[in-house]
């Protein structure tokens, strides 16, 4: 049963725009939304997260928007540089355990 | 202060071996969770647990795997006579002791090829 489903499967956007990542889940019980960064041979970093009861939470380039009706979520990278190439998954939370969806591969051409 | 701590960062086993993975949380963290990353896959969630203590263990396989967490030590990921299905990316995390604070941080992985 796939709880998360993240799309796209990947993203190219050129440096300066904006990527958009989108994540929909299908239980109500969750009650946190992270993204998490992974760079090849490393592992996820926390990136950023959001709890329900709020709409949208920007930190720097970095914004996700959260429709508890619809029960999705996403994230938008601002002014996208070639650093941010990265392997993006969103997640969802309940119960102390996170969900993953299936990741998004995100490169930014120069 | 150091992070999420994990090794090896690989690990070679033949079929029918047993592989051993070791996690030590952040300082003051005493909440650990392992995950396992397929390759081009999201990880998927296998075990909870506090120490001395397994909190939930879900994800993991019926037969062969098994998880600790001693009060003294890292935690322990344990997997006997592996198979070629096991190779894998091991992802341990850890977060607070606090109630409130849900963010898990995650170590660098150990990657296990069975051949």
């Known amino acids: 049963q796939q709880q998360v489903k993240q799309s796209p499967q990947s993203l190219i956007v050129q440096k300066g725009g904006i990527s958009i990542i989108n994540c929909a889940y299908e239980?109500?019980?969750?009650?946190?939304f992270p993204w998490y960064q992974q760079f090849p041979g490393k592992g996820p970093a926390l990136l950023i997260a959001?709890?329900?009861?709020?709409s949208e939470k920007k930190e720097g380039r970095f914004t996700i928007s959260f429709n508890k009706s619809a029960k999705q979520f996403s994230l938008h990278i601002m002014d996208s540089q070639p650093g941010d190439s990265a392997t993006y998954f969103c997640?969802?939370?309940?119960?102390?355990?996170?969900?993953f969806g299936q990741g998004t591969r995100l490169t930014i051409n120069p | 202060n150091a992070g999420v701590m994990q090794n090896p960062r690989h690990l070679v086993r033949r079929r029918g071996q047993e592989a051993r993975l070791r996690c030590s949380p952040m300082?003051?963290?005493?909440?650990v969770y392992w995950y396992r990353q397929l390759p081009e896959e999201g990880l998927k969630f296998m075990v909870y647990?506090?120490?001395?203590?397994?909190?939930?263990e879900s994800g993991m396989p019926k037969e062969r795997f098994s998880a600790e967490f001693p009060k003294e030590g890292p935690s322990i990921l344990r997997i006997q006579q592996v198979v070629r299905g096991d190779s894998a990316a091991y992802f341990c995390?850890?977060?607070?002791?606090?109630?409130?604070?849900?963010?898990?941080?995650f170590g660098p992985g150990t990657r296990l090829t069975v051949t």
């Open positions: 995390a850890s977060s607070p002791l606090a109630s409130l604070s849900y963010e898990q941080y």
């Open positions: 239980n109500t019980a969750f009650d946190y």
């Open positions: 959001i709890r329900p009861d709020v």
């Open positions: 997640a969802v939370q309940g119960a102390q355990k996170l969900v």
């Open positions: 300082k003051g963290h005493s909440h």
């Open positions: 647990l506090q120490k001395e203590n397994i909190i939930d």
